[in-house]
């Protein structure tokens, strides 16, 4: 027993038993306020259905920490349109009641195959199987038929694609089962092909379940190492799709969800349309869901903005043991190329149950450690009976599991594989100007323990790259709001490029508050005295900076005390608080806070104001190993060097490679 006590004390952090006590840090003699929630770095995306479309619960949502909202055209009909635009202007006064940003996600139907049945609306505007529910028993012989004649035959089901026969052979298995069936109810049923006579399938049932709702086809591929199947021929979008896209033309979306892309034409053939509707900057996301896709991954990544991992489909399309190996691949090469990854079906219990079960909870936080940008929820918020406490759930699971991500592994896997720090280089293609930047600041700001960092952009692009680098603590993305007139017509940019950012990883997006100006001093108190309200910040903290300086990109290490003219407490430490998503409270829901999220020009909680000295002396941080230096004390002889020239030595430092060891 003493070998292990001695093993624990030598090599853990802490006891077991203090994990389940273990309370959030906090810095005595300061009082940072507290917010309800606490966001995570990992971003949530909630599917909106009909428990998810009143004002109320989507008010719940966001405040519980939702970044976007999908709304699933897979039933797209005119009569749901409605319903979504119903939603559509509940989810605009929620956003505007709590003063949050939310990204909008379109996702088309596609190429998606179900079983033809009878629907109706119902009074909420959703549709729903006007049909009884269907019964099946295991070695029930059951067909699939694509000739419309068959229709009200006994044991016959009809399926949309008229050419569903030509795919299927005798010994093929085929997946019917409940739109976001959760696995977790008996609403699916796998079929074997038994034999294909004219348009018919005869299949026997591998297990009993009640067929009900939208019920999806999926035909699971026969090869284990291959492809094989053949692949139906509808488009990647169908005309219902098309006239929902020409509805949604007006409003700002955001994100367009492409299902089932098989290579990368079928992505620049939703490009070209959303360009002709004049929807240019929205941007595309593809959804991996066959193996197809998978065969074309590089490619179809090539020309996306993201990617959407759907596990439903693509676990069926491939070998069970495989999809573990296959996500954290997946996520892997999008974490490379810093663009977006995004994981599905993850608490699908909650559906009906208030609890995740103990193997869900823990596929949220491998998905967590892989590296996984967002976690989209699907059944749980769209006809779920516990929506909010879905999201409350998984959030909890990603901080938790954020906690322990290794970050300097992820940067060092990185520069490894751009041959960076004496590594043999894996790519052949030298670094760009703000990729270099982008990793020093993320150096920069975990070799001085920085509590935060601050990027100025436009287009939301610089802090995107700085979030590739995975650092250790938030990104505060400020992009300031710009007028662009056109003859008699003008329009504000900003605002969307904010919202793409919200589901980024460690990225929290805002908008600089126009009345202070274009200064970029200004809008940094700002920044750091909202951070402080809100309680990422504290006194005693440094502030990784990122923006343009005469065109040119700059870091800048910035005390807290030092941009407000704050008076630091005697003794204070660099380092005195670890930056964490355990320590950091929302960013968004300041009362002061408006539905873009605008940082407020008046943030006097906490922060005495006083002028800045005009001495010259350089406000760079210093660190000597124990402490910070006094800022009366004389600069270092390369930092007399430079305050002659008027740059700041820190500045300097960064310029000539000095993150760079």
Not at 147 to 166: P, R
Not at 236 to 255: C, H, I, P, Y
Not at 289 to 310: H, K, P, Q
Not at 600 to 623: T, V
Request: proline share 4%; glycine share 6%; charged share 25%.
């Amino acid at each position: 027993m003493s070998q292990i006590i001695n093993i624990r004390k030598k090599f853990l952090e802490q006891p077991l038993s203090t994990i389940l006590t273990e309370e959030e840090e906090f810095v005595e003699g300061e009082e940072a306020p507290r917010t309800p929630f606490q966001l995570s770095k990992t971003k949530l995306i909630a599917t909106v259905g009909p428990q998810s479309c009143s004002v109320e619960v989507l008010k719940k949502l966001l405040q519980a920490g939702i970044q976007a909202v999908r709304f699933d055209f897979t039933w797209c009909t005119l009569e749901v349109q409605g319903f979504f635009d119903r939603t559509y202007e509940n989810l605009l006064q929620a956003c505007q009641e709590t003063k949050k940003m939310c990204a909008i996600m379109v996702d088309l139907a596609g190429r998606e195959l179900y079983l033809k049945s009878k629907h109706a609306v119902g009074e909420d505007g959703w549709p729903r199987r006007v049909e009884s529910p269907v019964s099946v028993e295991c070695g029930q012989i059951i067909y699939l038929s694509c000739d419309k004649a068959d229709h009200g035959k006994k044991d016959t089901f009809l399926v949309n694609y008229d050419d569903f026969y030509e795919m299927a052979k005798a010994g093929d298995t085929i997946h019917l089962g409940r739109y976001l069936s959760t696995g977790a109810e008996a609403s699916a049923v796998y079929v074997d092909v038994l034999e294909v006579t004219g348009k018919k399938i005869k299949c026997k049932c591998k297990n009993p379940a009640v067929l009900d709702g939208l019920v999806t086809v999926f035909h699971c591929e026969r090869s284990k190492s291959g492809q094989e199947n053949v692949q139906n021929l509808l488009p990647v979008m169908t005309e219902a799709d098309k006239e929902a896209l020409k509805r949604w033309s007006t409003r700002e979306v955001d994100f367009v969800l492409i299902p089932y892309p098989k290579c990368k034409e079928d992505v620049q053939e939703v490009r070209e349309y959303l360009d002709f509707l004049g929807m240019q900057e929205t941007l595309c996301i593809s959804k991996i869901e066959t193996r197809a896709a998978l065969n074309c991954f590089e490619e179809i990544l090539d020309v996306s903005y993201g990617v959407v991992i759907s596990r439903s489909s693509l676990g069926m399309d491939m070998p069970i043991e495989k999809s573990v190996k296959i996500q954290k691949e997946l996520i892997k090469r999008c974490n490379f190329v810093g663009k977006p990854c995004i994981i599905t079906r993850v608490v699908d219990t909650m559906t009906n149950s208030p609890r995740p079960t103990r193997a869900e909870a823990t596929d949220v936080a491998n998905a967590v450690l892989d590296g996984t940008d967002a976690i989209l929820l699907g059944a749980e918020t769209t006809r779920g009976k516990f929506p909010v406490e879905s999201v409350n759930t998984v959030k909890d699971i990603c901080r938790q599991a954020e906690m322990v991500y290794n970050n300097d592994y992820h940067f060092k896997s990185i520069m490894r594989a751009l041959g960076i720090d004496g590594h043999t280089p894996n790519v052949g293609e030298p670094m760009s100007e703000a990729e270099a930047m982008a990793s020093s600041t993320v150096r920069a700001a975990d070799k001085t323990n920085a509590a935060m960092i601050l990027c100025f952009t436009e287009s939301g692009t610089f802090a995107r790259q700085v979030a590739k680098y995975r650092p250790n603590m938030p990104i505060l993305a400020i992009t300031v709001p710009t007028l662009k007139v056109k003859g008699c017509s003008w329009t504000l940019l900003g605002r969307r490029a904010a919202r793409q950012n919200l589901i980024i990883r460690g990225v929290f997006p805002k908008l600089a508050d126009p009345k202070t100006g274009l200064q970029e001093g200004w809008i940094l108190q700002d920044a750091i005295k909202f951070s402080i309200a809100q309680g990422m910040l504290r006194k005693d903290d440094f502030v990784v900076v990122c923006h343009r300086l005469r065109g040119d990109l700059v870091i800048s290490i910035v005390s807290v005390h030092d941009a407000l003219g704050i008076n630091m407490h005697n003794g204070s430490e660099l380092g005195q608080r670890h930056a964490s998503t355990a320590s950091m409270t929302s960013l968004v829901s300041a009362d002061t806070d408006d539905q873009y999220g605008h940082l407020s020009s008046s943030f006097e909680q906490g922060c005495a104001l006083k002028p800045q000295p005009a001495d010259g002396k350089s406000r760079s941080p210093k660190h000597n190993g124990s402490g910070l230096k006094s800022l009366s004390e004389e600069p270092q002889a390369e930092e007399k060097a430079t305050a002659g020239s008027g740059d700041d030595p820190v500045k300097t430092k960064i310029k000539r490679g000095f993150f760079s060891s």
